[in-house]
């Protein structure tokens, strides 16, 4: 700690007189008759689920694997606390990582009659008990929060006589806030850094130095950054017992979202919270663990029943959220790396292998270019497909290792007419056209022009066309009117989504809702395809992922060497894979440019994957082909052309194949098996049926040759019909039920 840190943290002993102080926190609230956890909250919570709510008071652990539920069961548990166990909401202090979560934690309870709980994040948390307390222990106004440490670390590095770029800067600035979140101080860097074998543009005695010039900076301009907040939360409470007694008083019980991303001052500050008491519910999940660069460490969630040994330890292993296809293979890549920390059974389990509630999807499609590029034209036209089959642009992501991957896919996205968002950008609320808009609304609030027909809807559209915003079709292309006319849509939904909940609700309840929304960046949906790191995606899902750029040096990351590094960058992959919940395409580029040697090797944790994929689809050439192919959507603006390795091979001769044999997959002179007659009849009429409900030629629903081809192969499953040539991801989603439906003698669905 530097500046207004620990030297005015120790002031002032003795407690002052809090008779006539604001309240740090919400006051504790009494026990209301909510009953979300008798028939309401226990109603389709799955056995697991249950035995989390029902937990004893106390030490609580609960092993969430992607997609188990883990936002329902702490929900269902906070709210049991307070109906069954007489526990003030007022009382519970949730904490998660991001504002979007504790938003959406807040509004589930809201929802179940629970209010008064506080759902924040530990910076949020913080700074509100520091806001309350820091004047009384320090005789002075807490000090400003600096949300930057750019231009502190630009002044430091400038004393110190660095000139580093802007990258070199950013890397820097990661450097101390590791070391901060780790509780390194500056002397002790360079030991620290070469135990955790820690890697930046400088030498580690230089950014000891600079580090050491960062904190003096910071402290001369009397600010401070966010890892004090959590400091000085820390040492005031540990240092002044009155601030204890009072805070303890008013927390009782904690829950911890996320709890494999708690750095070592993070858990500080929880320690200090919980006192000697153990009534803490902790959630997390070791195979996500991927933030260890910033301090993170899956150790206090491993290690949490050793520290507890009466802790109740529940393992969530039912995946809700995604289908079969895309479960086994996120098991495939956890069979290949175990979680971090030390070996601890009882909070890790077998495996973590992950149990698939979801009906049969589609298989996950291996997309493979000759350069980067065409990769990015092939992931275009599929999105395209898909948006023609009814997913929602908002539906679909595209996750590639780090930002600068982002331009091939924008310029794509681009010239297909697709509109996408880059996340990471500016805040949904601090763009011009949103702040505008609110200023209006607050505006048309304090004025008579709320006194017009129509409901709350109604209302924000007229204020909202004053902007210049209409309902109904956005501006062609996804450039900054096609983005602009988004941002106004959403909120003009968020309008929509209150109206629903609440019909009587006017436009001072939306303001205030869009005041709570900014407060904690609480953002919409916004329309359009998103674009995002990995490491940004984690919490989120869509119907339909994109991971891309799936090569050798860039997954895993080139600078990725040590087990535990290259053991990461594999649950990396196992984040984007759990993002997705029908559609998923795991996608490479062979070289980086156009015409360039194609000398790549796809990411070595795909081999294991690819491998099984194979094996299920028989291990033809020709169906490995296909599916590297498969492009729903192919025709459109900003086509390009994604090709395998090998071309189609005859899968009797081994010959290769082109044009119609292409299609058949074999040669015309090599014998097939035998046709089934009947079925192939019973095809052509199904297939008739469904060309005329479309208006269309009948080959365009499935051609005479791959109806032969089905005939001939009988496929029973999805993984058997889809490696058929001619049996794309878009005709899989459209006819696949119908198919197999009769293959097998059932009448089709459609």
Known sequence: MSGPSAPEARRAASPPDRRSSPDPVTPVTPVTPVDPAGAEAEQGLDPEQLAAVLAPLGPVCILAGAGTGKTRTITHRIAHMVSEREVGAGQILAVTFTNRAAGELR????????????????????????????????????????????????????????????????????????????????????????????????????????????EEVKSEAGVLDFDDL???????VEEHGWVATELRARYRHFVVDEYQDVNPLQQRVLDAWLGDRDSLCVVGDANQTIYSFTG?????????????????????????????????????????????????????????????????????????????????????????????????????????????????????????????????????????????????????LRSAETDRPGGLTDVVADVLSSLGWRPGSPPAGPGADRERWENLAALHRLAVDLEARQPEADLAVFAADLAERAAHQHTPTVQGVTLASLHAAKGLEWDAVFLVGLVDGMLPIVHAQTDEQLAEERRLLYVGVTRARVHLTLSWALARAEGARRSRRPSRFLD??????????????????AAARAEPGAAGPGRGRARSRS?????????????????VGRCEACPG??????????????????????????????????????????????????????????????????????????????
């Open 608 to 625: 294991e994957p690819r491998r099984a994929a194979e094996a299920s689809r028989g291990g033809s050439s020709a169906a490995r082909s």
């Open 673 to 750: 098996g035998p046709v089934d007659g009947e079925l192939f009849e019973r095809l052509r009429a199904w297939r008739a049926r469904r060309a005329k409900e479309q208006g269309a030629p009948a080959f365009v629903v499935l051609t005479d040759a791959t109806l032969r081809l089905i005939a001939e192969r009988r496929p029973s499953t999805v993984a058997e019909l889809v490696a058929l040539p001619g049996i794309g991801q878009s005709k899989l989603d459209r006819y696949g039920e119908d198919v197999l439906a009769l293959v097998t003698g059932r009448p089709p669905v459609g």
């Open 647 to 663: 071309s189609v091979l005859c899968r009797v001769c081994g010959r290769p194949l082109a044009g119609a044999e292409a299609r």
């Open 296 to 444: 993170a460490t899956a150790r206090h969630l491993v290690e949490f029943p050793r520290r507890f040994p009466a802790a109740t330890v529940v393992r969530l292993v039912r995946d809700y959220r995604s289908t079969p296809q895309v479960v086994a293979l996120a098991n495939r890549l956890l069979d290949g790396a175990a979680p971090p920390g030390p070996p601890a059974p009882d909070a890790r389990g077998a495996s973590g292998r992950l149990v698939a509630m979801r009906p049969r999807g589609p298989e996950p499609v291996w997309l493979e270019s000759d350069s980067e590029p065409e990769e990015a034209a092939a992931v275009a036209r599929r999105i395209r497909g898909l948006l023609g089959t009814g997913v929602p642009a908002s539906e679909i992501a595209v996750l590639y290792r780090i930002n600068a991957q982002s331009e091939a896919y924008e310029t794509a996205l681009g010239r297909a007419e697709i509109p996408y968002l880059v996340r990471g950008g500016e805040k949904f609320f601090e763009r011009p056209e949103v702040t505008g808009a609110v200023r209006m609304l607050r505006a048309a």
């Open 230 to 236: 959590l400091l000085l939360t820390a040492a005031v």
């Open 107 to 214: 509004g589930r309870l809201r929802v179940m009659g629970v209010d008064g709980v506080q759902a924040r994040t530990f910076h949020a948390a913080a700074l509100r008990q520091l806001g309350y307390f820091w004047p009384s222990v320090a005789g002075a106004a807490l000090p400003r929060l600096e949300k930057s440490r750019i231009p502190l670390m630009a002044k430091a590095a400038n004393r110190v006589r660095l000139r580093p770029d802007r990258a070199e800067l950013r890397d820097l600035t990661s450097e101390v806030e590791w070391a901060k979140a780790s509780m390194v101080a500056p002397a002790d860097y360079v030991r620290h850094a070469a135990a955790h074998g820690r890697e930046s543009s400088f030498a580690p005695d230089v950014v000891a130095r600079l580090y050491e010039a960062y």
